[in-house]
């Protein structure tokens, strides 16, 4: 299957259009970045990785009857995926509070929250991601009143299941980013899961599996990803 005009490039991920109009390649990248977004350094192999963990659980959440834009693996650090109309606006889910959250609503580091906060930022780097509510969208005709309801039931029903499935794995989900887009006049769950969009501690120590890098010094987030993949993976 031969790639042809890459249509996207982000931190983490390209986007290539194939010769199948409703079909994309997705490949992720082995670059890594601060807690910033600033890219630093690369980790051989983190794409592979991210690719694999993300497929694993797109599989994982079809099999709960959540839809997706996963359709199958293709090489080491790239998976065929359905061409989505892609509503801009980010979902974040939040199961326990962590960093710059803690100190703007006066909240302990680790404090568990009473149920899950859903948080939508309008996708626009130049605007800064500004966060936005459900009237928002449906005012500035980003998705439709039943599509906004259809995305609040899908995050909230793949939180529960990723947040089993990573406990069974001895891995706290503390927080996690969404994307969803159109296909077919339904909504599907988009983007990509990985330790690129997710805030995970490990559960025995309580400490951060940290994927952002501080400084050049790609070691710690190197073991970081060697462990996920142990975990998930392997």
Known sequence: MRKKKKLYEGKT???YA?????????????DVSSADGQITGTIKGKGAVNKQISSILFEYLEGFHIQTHF???LGPREMLIKRLEMI???IMTRNVADGPFCEQYGLEQGEELKCPIFE???KDKERQNPMINQS???AFKLATVDEVKMIERMTSKINAVLKSYFLRRNIKLIDFKL???RYKNKINLGDEISPDTCSLW???TGTKMETNVSGTDTGDVEKTYEELKKRLIS
Not at 18 to 30: A, C, H, P, R, T
């Open 18 to 30: 194939i010769d199948e109009q409703e079909q994309l390649i997705q490949e992720f990248k082995d």
């Open 71 to 73: 359709i199958k693996k």
């Open 120 to 122: 939508f930022c309008l």
């Open 136 to 138: 928002h969208i449906i």
């Open 179 to 181: 994307e969803f887009g």
């Open 13 to 15: 991920k390209k986007i």
């Open 202 to 204: 490990d559960v025995a």
């Open 88 to 90: 801009p606006v980010v």
